[in-house]
Each structure stands twice: as C-alpha cells, then as structure tokens.
C-alpha cells in the first residue's frame, strides 16, 4: 500500500467520521463509540479492498459485507453514502421515522445492505449461510470474498460460536470476519462483564486463522486482509484492537459513549472540533488492555 493511498484513505476516514457525528447530533441518538473506531476499516473495505459497485448494489460478483453489530451503522451508513450508494445529505434523516436510514440496518429498505442486524450474534451465522450457499451454487471458484464485521461485547452471544464452529469445520476459506477488539459494552469493560480472553485461543480452537492487529493502521489492515485471502484451508479472524471514539481524545475508551451522542452543547462542540482537526494521528491501542 503507497503513502498516497494510505493518506487517501486518512482523509476519507476523516470525513466519515465527522458526518458519523453530523448525523447522530442530527438523530440526538445513536451509537458514539463503535462507529467511530470503525470507520478505519470501513473506510480501507469500501474504499481500497471491497469488489463492489454503489450503480449496480445487486451486481452478482460482489463481495458480500454483513454487519453484525447493527448498532454501529451509523459507520456503515456514512461510508456507504460517501461511497457513492446515496446522497451524503440523506444522512440527516438516521433514526427519524419514515427514514432508510433506521437505528438497526433493514435491508429492505437501502440498496447494498447485505443484512438486516439488530440481535447481536447472528451476523458470523449469516454470513456462513451465504458463503455455503455460494459454494453450493458455484464451487469454490466464484471469487467472492465474504466479511462479516462483528463486535468483541456480542461474542456473549452463543449464536456467535455456533457459527465459527460450523465455519471451521467447512473450512469456508473465503470468510473474514474481522471483531472490533474495543474492550466495551453498554455496560462497561468486556473483561468485567463477561470475559473473552484468551480469544485468540478460543478461536483457534475452531480451526480459524487468527490475527492481531491495530485497527486504525492502514498498512496493518491491509497486511491482515491479505494474508487472510491467501488462506486456503480455513477461514480467517482479525481481531482489531481499536480506540472506543477514536478521534475525539474527550470521549475516547469510556465506554459510556457506547450507546449515546454528543448532547450538550458543549459535547457537541468538543466533537465536532476535534475531528475537524483530525491529521491521522495513530495511537497504537494497548493489545493487552
């Protein structure tokens, strides 16, 4: 990956994450913390990696992206629009009614959503159904690639390990799910609530290939990406460690921006100031916290 890429890439970023702010401000809730340590990676799929085309949302040789944590669409709907899959302006309407844009992504509703996601943990199964039905339909040679973007809170869910159980033992090599390693839930820190360590074991333990990496590093989500397409044998896990707020130091790793948006004025203006001056500064998270 060039430089110039790399600063392409940390300029988008930018911008999605101020129009992520834009519309939860807008919506007066919504999602904080998720969607904005996200939008690295989403930027780097939709942007750089994902075989897509916002004219043709239903083209047949797609990849296919599902999005488990539905919760953190205000992510998903950003970079979708400055993408080119709708007006970046629709993204004033999140959450009001009659909007395309609902609190919980309905794929009925917008074209190039792949899912409708609400329940946590459904994704990852989700996403194995369609890579069977893929293999069934074409052999292991259509070309796509499937991904499925989870959350670290909703590896609670059982849902989750039934599918990585049922991944690994089809060995669905064209599967990467990549987990938003954040360390928080609505209600606090993962490790307080419901440990997962050692996760990399546990999914190992399901004959995944697993990686580690920084999630708001370019260079190490494309590295990660790569080599989980040149995996053959099994599918692959990326397991991201990521800024809970990323780019706004004020709300950054407090894990009550899980489930709310700025309010006061003055949260408004905190926000708003800080990703207007974002330079794409990277902070290695702790992989350890």
């Excluded at 340590?37 to 040789?61: E, G, N, S, V």
């Excluded at 070309?143 to 039934?162: A, I, P, V």
């Excluded at 099994?234 to 894990?255: Q, Y």
Aim: aromatic fraction near 8%; include cysteine.
């Amino acid at each position: 990956m060039t430089e110039e890429k790399i600063l392409q890439l940390t300029k988008i970023a930018a911008e999605i994450r101020i129009s992520i702010i834009q519309s939860l401000i807008e919506a007066k809730s919504g999602h904080t913390a998720g969607s904005l340590d996200m939008a690295d990676i989403f930027t780097y799929l939709y942007f750089h990696k994902l075989k897509h085309d916002p004219k043709k949302p239903d083209w047949q040789y797609r990849d296919r992206l599902v999005l488990s944590n539905g919760h953190i669409c205000p992510v998903l709907y950003a970079t979708m629009a400055h993408a080119g899959y709708f007006p970046v302006s629709e993204l004033k309407t999140l959450r009001k009614f009659g909007s395309r844009l609902q609190g919980h992504p309905h794929r009925e509703f917008l074209p190039g959503l792949e899912n409708s996601s609400g329940p946590l943990g459904s994704g990852l199964s989700q996403i194995v159904g369609m890579a069977l039905a893929d293999r069934i339909d074409n052999g292991k040679s259509s070309g796509k690639q499937f991904y499925c973007l989870m959350s670290d809170g909703e590896l609670n869910e059982g849902n989750t390990w039934e599918g990585a159980m049922l991944a690994g033992k089809e060995r669905l090599q064209n599967i990467t799910a990549i987990i938003d390693r954040n360390n928080i839930q609505i209600d606090g820190f993962t490790e307080d609530i419901m440990p997962l360590n050692p996760l990399v074991d546990k999914w190992r333990a399901w004959n995944w290939h697993v990686q580690e990496i920084n999630g708001h590093d370019f260079r190490e989500i494309d590295r990660a990406i790569c080599e989980a397409q040149s995996v053959f044998d099994k599918p692959s896990v990326i397991i991201a460690h990521t800024i809970p707020s990323k780019g706004i130091p004020e709300f950054e790793r407090k894990f009550e921006w899980h489930g709310k948006p700025p309010g006061t004025p003055e949260e408004i203006e905190t926000a708003l100031k800080a990703l207007r001056s974002w330079n794409g500064r990277v902070k290695s998270p702790d992989h350890n916290s």
